[in-house]
């Protein structure tokens, strides 16, 4: 179950039990962490999932992953099974999930599948460190990410989003997703690394490419080993390597300029001291800036791609959106201060974060025996939050296939239990660039919408991938409507 951007570092008065075992009230986080504090040991496991001799799960997964959640759900809120010889449970509660990402999260760390998955692929950066590396890498990037750093960013998060409109034409068709993968991987490089990288886009796309391929949980191949000599592998390996190799021309370009001239996460990167007064090696730089370049371009494209469909699917939702804008912006700019001013605007984008996280399963493993509500874990086992499900729980959503925007108005978020939503993770490895993906995805969503909309050219919802990000299995080609 191979898996990278999955992540974000980037998180009642009593409890009664259904025959499916699903908890139909929550107990308190107070209440969670008082009964994880007694002895793990007498407390029951999860019950398991049935599974073949050798083999467990594996064949049920691979053959249909969504399939597979959703009969793991129907067994309650705690089910253990085995994949490809590795024993995982899946905790669909969203208590459980903030026990596990919050209340005691020190008690558990990314799981060592993700490690494995994830070998050769930016093994220094944020993503995949862990404790006190960790810890003084997040303490050395955050200023990278404050609010008035973030206003700063805005302006080319708009400039380049004009860009595409002026360059798009009516009635031409578009793989939107292509479309937004450029226009985010353009914002992101030129916000925090001050770099122009239209010539150097081809090294990103086969990088996220392969990357995707590689961690695609359909495959049997995602379950072998990164040394053994698969197709998947030879590609994923070159295309690291090429990509790799741009980043340190990048580093390199930069050491050879005046590096006071710059104010940005690279600098950042390149001159920060830790708690002992060294900086980072250029490999962790190097992991850094990988990191960054993928995860926080991919992610925020899947959702702009998302998005779209949504609207192009839903033209009376399109023109609320439009009347918002055009009521509040006229013909001017978005700015960050517009944004409190867009209610509507931030509730479609909840509502396809709701519909389609693209960091769409959280990883990790606890680092002794523990209790998770009820229920005995044991060391070392593989444990899943799986977003999507969560997300799409009808405990908690009302028609939750539905594209309702106006579901998150009033006190409906704070109503829901903490951790029935979470695009970005939780507690201390919550995703760090997600200030800067929401406001992007406002302020991309704010200037293109005014301009155009897309007409989806397929019928119905895409099908959908569990890679490495959730991505739709095959391009979606919409045709420009420009106003």
């Known amino acids: 179950m191979s ?11 009593g409890v009664s039990e259904g025959a499916s075992g699903r908890t139909d009230a929550h107990e308190s986080g107070a209440e969670r962490t008082a009964a994880s504090d007694e002895s793990s040991t007498d407390a029951r496991e999860p019950p398991r999932l049935d599974g073949w001799p050798l ?3 594996t064949v049920e997964f691979v053959r249909d992953p969504f399939g597979f959640y ?17 024993e995982f449970c899946t905790f669909f509660d969203p208590d459980y999930v903030e026990q596990i990402l919050v209340a005691e999260n020190e008690r558990f760390r990314k799981a060592q599948i993700l490690r494995d998955s994830a070998a050769g692929f930016a093994e220094q950066g944020l993503l995949l460190t862990e404790g006190e590396v960790w810890r003084d890498q997040r303490v050395r990037i955050q200023p990278a990410f404050t609010p008035e750093k973030i206003r700063g960013y805005a302006d080319a998060m708009v400039t380049y989003a ?11 068709v578009v793989d939107v997703g292509d479309a937004m993968s450029e226009l985010t991987l353009k914002i992101l490089a030129k916000s925090l690394f001050d770099v122009d990288v239209a010539g150097r886009r081809a090294v990103v796309r086969e990088a996220t490419a392969a990357l995707n391929d590689r961690g695609d949980a359909s495959g049997a191949s995602a379950f072998l080993p990164d040394w053994v000599p698969t197709p998947k592998n030879r590609r994923f390996e070159r295309a690291m390597s090429d990509f790799e190799s741009m980043v340190d021309d990048l580093i390199a370009e930069r050491r050879t300029g005046d590096e006071s001239e710059y104010d940005d996460l690279l600098s950042i990167l390149l001159d920060a001291e830790g708690p002992d007064g060294t900086t980072m090696s250029e490999a962790e730089v190097r992991d850094q800036m990988v990191t960054f370049l993928f995860a926080g371009h991919e992610t925020t494209s899947l959702a702009l791609t998302y998005a779209w469909h949504l609207l192009g699917r839903n033209p009376d939702e399109l023109e609320r959106l439009r009347a918002e804008l055009d009521a509040e912006l006229g013909d001017r700019r978005a700015t960050m201060a517009d944004l409190p001013d867009l209610p509507y605007t931030d509730r479609v984008l909840k509502e ?16 002794e025996d523990v209790r998770v509500g009820p229920y005995h874990v044991r060391e070392g086992t593989n444990l899943t939050l799986p977003v999507f499900e969560i997300h799409r729980d009808d405990r908690f959503y009302d028609d939750p296939d539905e594209f309702r925007p ?6 409906f978020e704070s109503e829901l239990p903490d951790y029935a939503y979470f695009p970005f993770g939780g507690g201390p490895r919550h995703c760090i660039g997600m200030r800067f993906a929401t406001a992007e995805l406002r302020l991309v969503l704010a200037t293109m919408a005014r301009e ?14 569990m890679a490495a990000t959730l991505r739709p299995e095959n391009p979606l080609e919409m045709r420009v409507e420009r106003r």
């Open 3 to 13: 898996d990278t951007a999955r992540e974000g570092d980037a998180e009642g008065s």
């Open 452 to 465: 155009l909309a897309f007409e989806p050219t397929y019928d119905g919802d895409p099908d959908l991938t």
């Open 352 to 367: 396809t974060l709701r519909l389609y996280p693209p960091a769409y399963v959280i990883f990790r493993e606890p680092t």
């Open 70 to 86: 959703d009969r793991l759900e129907s067994r309650g809120d705690a089910v253990r099974y085995s994949v490809a010889g590795d």
């Open 162 to 172: 004009d860009r595409l409109c002026d360059n798009l034409a009516d009635g031409e």
């Open 406 to 411: 106006d579901r998150w108005r009033d006190d």
């Open 55 to 57: 083999v467990g799960n």
